[in-house]
């Protein structure tokens, strides 16, 4: 198969598949979906959660400190 039989095998294959994609029926409506609601027991689970991270950082920061302070004492 030569460059131009490829080019028109692939242009023949986009022609059918546009035919597919415009043959679907898109005038039915989708079903409505609830808007996403905040709640509060997973805000404040998030809020404990990034405290405690916090409270991590800053304890391996601190271990980090003295770990050099007593190294280089």
Do not use: H, Y
Not at 7 to 25: H, L, M, P, R, Y
């Amino acid at each position: 198969m030569n460059f131009r039989e490829q080019t028109e095998t692939n242009k023949q294959q986009a022609v059918g598949q546009g035919d597919a994609v415009s043959q679907i029926d898109t005038t039915e409506k989708l079903p409505e979906v609830e808007e996403p609601r905040a709640s509060l027991f997973a805000l404040c689970g998030l809020g404990i959660a990034g405290i405690v991270m916090v409270g991590w950082i800053c304890t391996l920061g601190w271990l980090a400190w003295r770990l050099a302070d007593w190294l280089l004492s």
